[in-house]
């Protein structure tokens, strides 16, 4: 026994001695390494050699091999400089093998030879550290301080060191579609919110002029005070598919001072209230078909000029028409248009007052109702030139294929702030109902009003 522990001695410190020069001398060959370099090489393999004295001390080596010995330094000598650790895996691996510590190496031939030392070494290095440690717990087990499963259970302590994260993606990563994130479910209630079917809006002004002639001015003339108020309200409801309801109240109320009228302080020169409706149902694109009503009279009386006689007092007269056919709109940012054209229409004209000459407005005397049946036109139009100037004009007119009526009013109105605007209003109209005079003999009859003051809208 004593002989072969003798033998394998004289094999393998003489390997370690080689190992550790060999090591030694590649460091000393560098001509930038420092000294301190090699005094820790040659320490390292001293070490390597203690390591391996202390484990052959104890084990049984029968056989060796100079390939195996020969090897350089590797990874698989770190179990050596930890303490003597009970390893399952190499347990297992050779429990059922036999337990000789140096097989035999067994050259095969080949057609083609090459060196395959170098894919054999690191297998070979490690296998040797594994069968010495197995031949340590079968022959020395007393000698085994640590077990690897209790190691294993040892908790990891982390140490604050910052250490540089390398990118493992690839290329590919780039083109690939990224993960959606987690979806997260909130509770949430509905709140059900019912449509503004209806829309209501309304603007009114409160306009004034005033001119003031002297007695001795050389033209002559006469001084007035003029006031003109407006109140437009509108409410107008749409289901946004098929069904329109549109409707209108409409006051205009005008009065002047005139120093030649002595008998009134003031007269009414505008006075009208009318109020129209509309129902139509979507016949395809912007067409609808509809039925239309219009109703407008007067407010106040009107007076000759130094005179008690009435030419007009409220609903004398009075005009009802309803008409069916067909409305053409078109709606954008600047334009609103409304073309209504009723081949059917009724047009009703009628006085209260038997004290008012009803001859003056078409009806035969002694009559308080004129009915006629005919076709009707209405076109509302309404362009905002810029946002402080608007164009709005309404042309109508009725005619029973004997005698007809119409009416063309224009407004300008130019904005100077929220609540200051100018307006320029001119009425147009014709009826061949009325009764010529000797004064007036045409069936034409014109007023324009140019008026500053106050407006608001909603």
């Known amino acids: 026994m004593k002989k072969l522990l003798l033998l394998s001695f004289s094999l393998f410190f003489p390997a370690l001695s080689i190992l550790a020069s060999s090591v030694d001398s590649l460091h000393h060959s560098s001509r930038n390494k420092t000294a301190l370099d090699s005094i820790f090489v040659h320490q390292y393999g001293m070490q390597i050699r203690l390591r391996l004295d202390t484990m052959w001390q104890k084990i049984n080596v029968k056989d060796t091999t100079n390939e195996v010995l020969n090897q350089p330094i590797d990874p698989a000598f770190d179990k050596l400089y930890l303490p003597v650790t009970f390893y399952k895996k190499i347990a297992q691996r050779y429990h059922f093998q036999s337990p000789k510590l140096f097989p035999d190496t067994i050259k095969q031939k080949s057609y083609l030879e090459y060196n395959d030392s170098i894919y054999r070494r690191y297998e070979a290095s490690r296998d040797f550290i594994d069968r010495c440690f197995f031949e340590l717990y079968m022959h020395h087990p007393e000698t085994i301080e640590k077990w690897d499963y209790k190691i294993e259970a040892l908790k990891v302590y982390n140490v604050d060191v910052k250490k540089l994260e390398r990118s493992k993606s690839s290329i590919m990563d780039i083109f690939s579609p990224e993960a959606m994130p987690e979806a997260k479910f909130t509770p949430w209630s509905v709140k059900l919110v019912k449509p503004h079917l209806w829309k209501f809006s309304g603007t009114g002004s409160i306009q004034f002029s005033q001119n003031h002639i002297s007695d001795n001015w050389y033209k002559g003339g006469e001084s007035n005070t003029n006031l003109l108020a407006n109140l437009t309200l509108n409410a107008n409801y749409s289901d946004k598919n098929r069904i329109q309801f549109d409707n209108s109240f409409e006051v205009k109320l005008g009065f002047n001072t005139s120093s030649s009228d ?44 130094n005179s008690n006689m009435r030419n007009s007092a409220f609903l004398t007269p009075a005009y009802l028409t309803v008409g069916l056919g067909m409305d053409y709109k078109k709606n954008s940012k600047k334009v609103t248009l409304s073309v209504l054209m009723n081949p059917i229409a009724y047009n009703l004209r009628f006085v209260t007052d038997k004290n008012i000459d009803e001859t003056r407005f078409g009806i035969k005397e002694g009559k308080f109702l004129l009915q006629t049946y005919g076709s009707e036109l ?23 294929y004997e005698r007809s009526e119409g009416s063309w009013e224009n407004t300008i109105n130019l904005v100077l702030n929220k609540y200051f605007s100018t307006q320029f209003f001119s009425h147009l109209r014709f009826d061949d109902n009325v009764t010529k005079t000797d004064k007036n003999d045409t069936y034409f009859q014109y007023k324009e009003i140019f008026s500053f003051g106050l407006s608001y809208a909603w």
């Open 262 to 305: 002595t008998i009134h302080k003031y007269r009414v020169n505008t006075d009208l209230f009318r109020l129209t409706s509309k129902l139509g149902v979507r016949a395809r694109d912007n067409w609808y078909y509809t039925v239309s009503t219009q109703f407008y009279s007067q407010f106040f009386s009107n007076y000759a000029t």
């Open 378 to 400: 209405t076109t509302n139009f309404t362009w905002k030139i810029t946002s402080y100037i608007t164009y709005t004009s309404r042309l109508y007119g009725f005619t029973n």
